[in-house]
T-cell receptor
Framework: SQTIHQWPATLVQPVGSPLSLECTVEGTSNPNLYWYRQAAGRGLQLLFYSVGIGQISSEVPQNLSASRPQDRQFILSSKKLLLSDSGFYLC????????????FGEGSWLTVV | AQSVTQPDIHITVSEGASLELRCNYSYGATPYLFWYVQSPGQGLQLLLKYFSGDTLVQGIKGFEAEFKRSQSSFNLRKPSVHWSDAAEYFCAVVSGGSYIPTFGRGTSLIVHP
C-alpha cells in the first residue's frame, strides 16, 4: 500500500533562518506531489505542485521554493524565513490525472520566531 | 474556474444529534467531489468521494454525502454524531481534466456532550 512520510513534524525557526521540509511517498511511482499551507484557523492554500522530477509549478509568489530531486521526494525550502511563513505545511500526493483522490501526510508545524 | 463554498465556519451539535455540513461548488460540468476530515494537528483524512453513478455516497465513520446536480451541492451527513467527530471538515472539488483540487475554507464541528 502507498504511504506518505513528512518531516520534521514540528520546528521552531528564527526569522531569517533557512527551511527544509521533506516529503517522500512509498508504494507508487510517478505521483503528482503537492505542498499546501494552512495558516491558523484558515483553509488550505496550494503552494507548489509537481507532475514529475524537476517539474515544479508555483501557485503563490513568496519566499518559498520547492524541488523534486527524485520521483517520490518533494522538498519545500526557504533561504530566509519570515514571520508570515508560520503555519501548518501539508504534503500530498495523487496518481494519474483528473480527479484521483489526493492523500495527505501528517503535516509539519512551523513556527517562525 | 472551479470554486467551493462551505457557508458554515462553525457548527455546534449535541452528541447523538444528526449532522449536515453544506458544500456548494461552481463548475460547469460534473466535477469530482470529496470530503476530508482533519483532527487538530493532523493531516487530512478522506471521508468519501463522488466520481459518478449513485448520487448517495457512503464513507467511513458512518458519514454519507449526496450529490445534487441541480443545486450544485455535495452535503455531508451523519445520523448520529459522536464526540470523536469533533474536527475540521473540508469539501474539495476537482474538475475533469485537472489534477489540482480546490478546497473549501472548512467547517469546524463542535460536539457538546
Amino acid at each position: 500500500s502507498q504511504t506518505i512520510h513528512q518531516w520534521p513534524a514540528t520546528l521552531v525557526q528564527p526569522v531569517g533562518s533557512p527551511l527544509s521540509l521533506e516529503c517522500t511517498v512509498e508504494g507508487t511511482s510517478n505521483p503528482n506531489l503537492y505542498w499546501y499551507r494552512q495558516a491558523a484557523g484558515r483553509g488550505l492554500q496550494l503552494l507548489f505542485y509537481s507532475v514529475g522530477i524537476g517539474q515544479i509549478s508555483s501557485e503563490v509568489p513568496q519566499n518559498l521554493s520547492a524541488s523534486r530531486p527524485q520521483d517520490r521526494q518533494f522538498i519545500l525550502s526557504s533561504k530566509k524565513l519570515l514571520l508570515s511563513d508560520s503555519g501548518f505545511y501539508l504534503c500530498a500526493w495523487t496518481t494519474g490525472l483528473s480527479g484521483n483522490t489526493i492523500y495527505f501526510g501528517e503535516g509539519s508545524w512551523l513556527t517562525v520566531v | 474556474a472551479q470554486s467551493v463554498t462551505q457557508p458554515d465556519i462553525h457548527i455546534t451539535v449535541s452528541e447523538g444529534a444528526s449532522l449536515e455540513l453544506r458544500c456548494n461548488y461552481s463548475y460547469g460540468a460534473t466535477p469530482y467531489l470529496f470530503w476530508y476530515v482533519q483532527s487538530p494537528g493532523q493531516g487530512l483524512q478522506l471521508l468519501l468521494k463522488y466520481f459518478s453513478g449513485d448520487t448517495l455516497v457512503q464513507g467511513i465513520k458512518g458519514f454519507e454525502a449526496e450529490f445534487k446536480r441541480s443545486q450544485s451541492s455535495f452535503n455531508l451527513r451523519k445520523p448520529s454524531v459522536h464526540w470523536s467527530d469533533a474536527a475540521e471538515y473540508f469539501c474539495a472539488v476537482v474538475s475533469g481534466g485537472s489534477y489540482i483540487p480546490t478546497f473549501g475554507r472548512g467547517t469546524s464541528l463542535i460536539v457538546h456532550p
